[in-house]
C-alpha cells in the first residue's frame, strides 16, 4: 500500500489516498470519485471514463497499469482532471 496526494484543480482541492500499488490506476479511479463524492457530499455528473490521471508536470499517467508500473510510489503527487 502507498499514499498519494492527489489533486483535483476543478474543485481547488487535494485529498491524501491510500492504494494498492499493484491495482490497475483504472480501477483505483473509481474508488478515488467515490472518496471525494463521499467527503464532498456531491455525485459524479458525467462519464467517469473521460476523468485522467495525470502527473503535476502534465504528463498523463496510463491507466491501464497499477501505480508500481507507473513508478508512483508513497508521497506521489497526481491530478485527476
Request: hydrophobic content about 35%; charged content about 35%.
Amino acid at each position: 500500500m502507498i499514499i498519494v496526494e492527489i489533486e483535483v484543480p476543478v474543485m481547488g482541492k487535494r485529498y491524501d489516498f491510500q492504494m494498492d500499488e499493484d491495482v490497475s490506476l483504472h480501477e483505483v479511479k473509481k474508488e478515488i470519485v467515490e472518496m471525494i463524492c463521499r467527503k464532498e457530499q456531491c455525485p459524479l455528473k458525467g462519464d467517469l471514463n473521460r476523468l485522467q490521471i495525470w502527473s503535476p508536470d502534465g504528463h498523463e499517467i496510463r491507466q491501464e497499469y497499477s501505480a508500481r508500473e507507473n513508478a508512483l510510489r508513497t508521497g506521489s503527487r497526481i491530478m485527476l482532471v
